[in-house]
Nanobody, 128 residues
Framework: QVQLVESGGGSVQAGGSLRLSCAAS????????LGWFRQAPEKEREAVAI?????????????KGRFTISKDDANSRDNTKATVYLQMNSLKSEDSAMYYC????????????????WGQGTRVTISS
């Protein structure tokens, strides 16, 4: 069973940084695409950054140059766990949202592709 658990959200001032983490279990590290999405109040959920199973990375235009997605399997002895990170720098008030980690088997999952597995989210609040 795929499980995704986010952490690292919080409140920071504009211009600051946060690093979100997502602990993924029940996956095969090299076979799953993982990504970060966000949803602000009264707005639709949007993709922020995706790292596909083949290593292809995509970013939303609004976060390019400020956010970095990465993943590792340092905590997995059998390739069935991974942690995906979202390093967020130069944060702006418009980055305030609930951030969700998502996973999908295989590659080809870009910014506009629905993901089947989701975490519960972690809230990020940026004050100006």
């Amino acid at each position: 069973q795929v499980q995704l658990v986010e952490s690292g959200g919080g409140s920071v001032q504009a211009g600051g940084s946060l690093r979100l983490s997502c602990a993924a279990s029940g996956i095969t590290y090299s076979s799953y695409s993982l990504g970060w999405f966000r949803q602000a109040p009264e707005k639709e959920r949007e993709a922020v950054a995706i790292i596909e199973s083949d290593g292809t990375i995509s970013y939303a235009d609004s976060v390019k140059g400020r956010f970095t997605i990465s993943k590792d399997d340092a905590n997995s002895r059998d390739n069935t766990k991974a942690t995906v990170y979202l390093q967020m720098n130069s944060l702006k008030s418009e980055d305030s949202a609930m951030y969700y980690c998502a996973g999908a088997l295989g590659a080809g999952y870009g910014l506009d592709t629905p993901f089947p597995y989701w975490g519960q989210g972690t809230r990020v609040t940026i004050s100006s």
